[in-house]
């Protein structure tokens, strides 16, 4: 059991699937398929990251972000996970909140070194 718990917020099966297949063996995680599930899950659970898609069923990514930081401003890092990662949405993701992202597709040397950055660990 790793000391490290993160939230996967991703509505596409085959997304959701890499990045457990990628992640599980170094960290505990959980794991939400919209975006409000994803609100509910990081309001009421402790978690140390964050990967969030930015396109959603019921609430996008944005909003997540927003909302959270806004009701807990204790939130853990936020790591957008998106296929729209270019200079006007940096922008706007750390105006919601997300401290970096991961692009689509995803890359497994990407990932790891966006969470052992804001984790401050190696896995």
Do not use: W
């Not at 099966?13 to 959980?30: A, G, M, P, S």
């Not at 990081?42 to 019921?58: G, H, R, V």
């Not at 006007?88 to 995803?106: M, N, Q, S, W």
């Amino acid at each position: 059991m790793s000391a490290f718990r993160i939230l996967i917020v991703e509505d596409h099966v085959l997304n959701r699937d890499l990045l457990q297949q990628l992640l599980e063996d170094d960290y505990d995680l959980d794991f939400a398929v919209d975006g409000f599930q994803g609100l509910q899950k990081a309001l009421a659970q402790s978690y140390s990251l964050i990967l969030l898609d930015l396109t959603l069923p019921k609430m996008d990514g944005l909003k997540v972000a927003s909302l959270l930081t806004s009701k807990r401003p204790d939130a853990p890092p936020l790591v957008a996970v998106t296929g729209h990662a270019f200079d006007e949405t940096e922008t706007a993701l750390h105006r919601a909140g997300f401290c970096d992202y991961v692009a689509k597709p995803i890359e497994e040397d990407q990932l790891r070194a966006v969470i052992e950055r804001h984790l401050g660990c190696c896995g």
